[in-house]
């Protein structure tokens, strides 16, 4: 079981991300925006989650931000993926090659996306670097 954030401004996109991750023996914080999953990880003990998902495009704070705040302010490096409607992914690839995070379109497949999560969470975990 990991600890996961997800961070998306549509209601429907949030519960069925949270029910896919549930389903799957995770433990699920739900923000419905940046500022809220900012509050999240400021009131988590120590700031953890083992792995955030966020929309991009989301009202107060963006994904992107999200990501940059997590990475520089909080130096977190919990792994993460960006989701996004937008077209212009390889602009958005571009923005955030340093903040090492994976960006997927949507729509996407609920099965394939917790598939990677737990993919990545399996080989953070074997690396000993899983967390934040």
């Known amino acids: 079981m990991a600890r996961i954030l997800v961070a998306e401004d549509d209601a429907f996109m949030l519960r069925l991300l ?3 991750l549930g389903r ?3 433990e699920v914080t739900e923000a419905s925006n940046g500022v ?3 509050a999240a990880i400021l009131d988590l003990p ?3 989650f083992d792995f955030i998902v966020s929309d991009i495009n989301m009202p107060g704070l ?3 931000a999200l990501a940059e705040w ?3 302010e909080r130096r977190c490096g919990a792994p993460m993926i960006l989701l996004s409607s937008r077209c212009d992914h390889d602009k958005i ?5 340093a903040l090492d995070v994976s960006v997927h379109a ?3 497949s609920p099965a394939r996306l917790v598939a990677e999560i737990e993919r990545r969470l399996a080989a953070g975990k074997s690396l000993g670097t899983a967390g934040g």
């Open 18 to 20: 949270a029910m896919w």
């Open 24 to 26: 799957n023996g995770h």
């Open 93 to 97: 690839e571009e923005q955030v090659a």
């Open 62 to 64: 963006s994904g992107i």
């Open 36 to 38: 809220a999953a900012q």
């Open 106 to 108: 949507k729509p996407f």
């Open 46 to 48: 120590h700031g953890r």
């Open 70 to 72: 997590l990475r520089h």
